[in-house]
């Protein structure tokens, strides 16, 4: 073995020996070796096939097309339905409501005046969602309409359908309980005057504004720190009925997560449902609770009349210092409870008029005087947020409005301060490492929702 080492290094010494004294002929030789490759491949390559010399074939179709008599023809035998969507309104009747959606059917508006079932288009409230397929005659084939669950217990999950259908020469009509599907829809806007009109511009229900006042109550007071130009982003589920999102009261779906900038101050919040003890509430991205012992105001919106400091009293017409804040409202809206408590009085005090006294824990007390109607009894529980009366004008007062006080210990103070001192339900450790991953998706929602201008858009 080592003898064939020996030559195999020898014989390498004397090939770099002749490639140093003789380069030229060594070039020649592997051009020469390259050439011989050369001609090999050109003596392969001439084998394939000649696409010239392929068989080829031609073939040919005749194409008949009708007449353009019998196109028309076959295109008015086409039966067209259109399809439109509309409100009940007050004012309507069969007929009107008919024409209103392009339908003069005489046949099916005396059906909506004379069956049981499909008179309920035009009973009761008005707002149910109205859908009409007609031909191009204006003859009605089918009318569906959808409006609130009978049962109060299931009108927050389910919706009537009541369907009206041309069979033959006549009608027939059914009512089914259907539940409600939920989908999840975006929306952002600019306030210019006030929430309310600012949500209603984007074309986001109701429902969800009152929440996104619930949820950052502890951080802006919407009867007085809402400002113009202040913006706001949410995703919220909106609850559909056959995929037509729904319009009526109290059935508006949960604010999943929402951004509002308030004087330059943005304030974001996101649902979140502790599975280990299965309580949801509001948080704040840095895992704060939203929710606090109080909130910021015993109504939705209003507006403050006279703050908890001096004023000139309107009817003893003498300076005194105001123990609590008055919020103007019309007769009859609905006036919740701060926080969780006990009903300690309801009904007749003096110059309070209706007025009922709640026992919150920590020797603190909160007073809602001038009620015209009372809905909590002594001894009752109620929550935050709980509708307890309405607002009203009894007892010592010029005008619609509600008297609000907050006691602690006995001592008058300031309710807007202490629903910003109060304290909140921290988020359990256990649950940190699911609440980031709910905070990233919410954080990316929303910067899609802020990109949609004043309107809404659904989410996949």
Do not use: C
């Amino acid at each position: 073995m080592n003898d064939w080492i020996e030559e195999l290094l020898k014989a390498g010494r004397l090939a770099e020996a002749f490639a140093a004294k003789h380069p030229r002929a060594l070039t020649g030789s592997v051009v020469g070796v390259l050439s011989t490759f050369a001609i090999t491949a050109f003596g392969i390559a001439p084998l394939a096939p000649d696409a010239q010399d392929l068989p080829q074939r031609q073939v040919s179709e005749v194409v008949t097309t009708d007449s353009l008599e019998e196109q028309l023809a076959a295109l008015a035998a086409n039966k067209l339905s259109l399809t439109r969507n509309d409100f009940t309104r007050s004012s309507d009747t069969a007929d009107s409501l008919l024409r209103r959606m392009g339908a003069f059917d005489a046949a099916a508006a005396a059906f909506l005046r004379s069956d049981p079932l499909a008179r309920r288009v035009l009973q009761g409230r008005v707002g149910k969602m109205v859908q009409v397929s007609a031909d191009a005659s204006g003859t009605v084939d089918k009318l569906i309409a959808r409006f609130p669950a009978e049962k109060s217990e299931q009108q927050a999950t389910h919706f009537s359908r009541l369907t009206i259908e041309r069979q033959g020469k006549g009608f027939a009509s059914r009512l089914e309980t259907v539940a409600m599907q939920s989908q999840v829809r975006m929306g952002s806007g600019t306030v210019q005057t006030s929430l309310f009109a600012a949500t209603d511009d984007a074309r986001i229900p109701d429902g969800v504004a009152s929440q996104l006042a619930d949820m950052f109550s502890g951080d802006i007071d919407f009867h007085r720190e809402l400002r113009k130009g202040d913006r706001f982003s949410v995703v919220y589920e909106s609850l559909t009925a056959d995929g037509e999102p729904i319009n009526w009261d109290g059935a508006a779906g949960r604010v999943v997560a929402a951004e509002f900038v308030n004087n330059g101050r943005s304030h974001s919040a996101v649902w979140y449902r502790d599975e280990a003890s299965g309580r949801g509430s509001y948080y704040g991205f840095d895992g704060q609770n939203k929710r606090r012992a109080f909130l910021a105001s015993p109504m939705e919106f209003s507006r403050v009349t006279s703050n908890f400091s001096m004023r000139f009293h309107p009817i003893l017409q003498t300076w005194r210092k105001h123990l609590g804040t008055d919020y103007g409202a019309p007769t009859g809206t609905a006036v919740r409870s701060v926080g969780d408590a006990t009903v300690d009085f309801a009904g007749w005090q003096n110059g309070f008029g209706n007025v009922v006294h709640l026992r919150h824990a920590g020797d603190r007390t909160t007073v809602y005087a001038h009620l015209s109607k009372i809905d909590v009894k002594k001894g009752q529980r109620v929550e935050q947020g709980q509708r307890i009366g309405a607002v009203g004008s009894t007892g010592w007062a010029t005008g619609p409005h509600l008297h609000f006080e907050f006691r602690i210990g006995g001592r008058h103070q300031d309710p807007r301060l202490v629903a910003r001192a109060s304290e909140s339900v921290p988020l359990p450790a256990t649950a940190r490492a699911q609440f980031k991953q709910q905070v990233a998706s919410a954080q990316t929602q929303l910067q899609v929702a802020a990109t949609i201008a004043n309107g809404v858009s659904a989410a996949d």
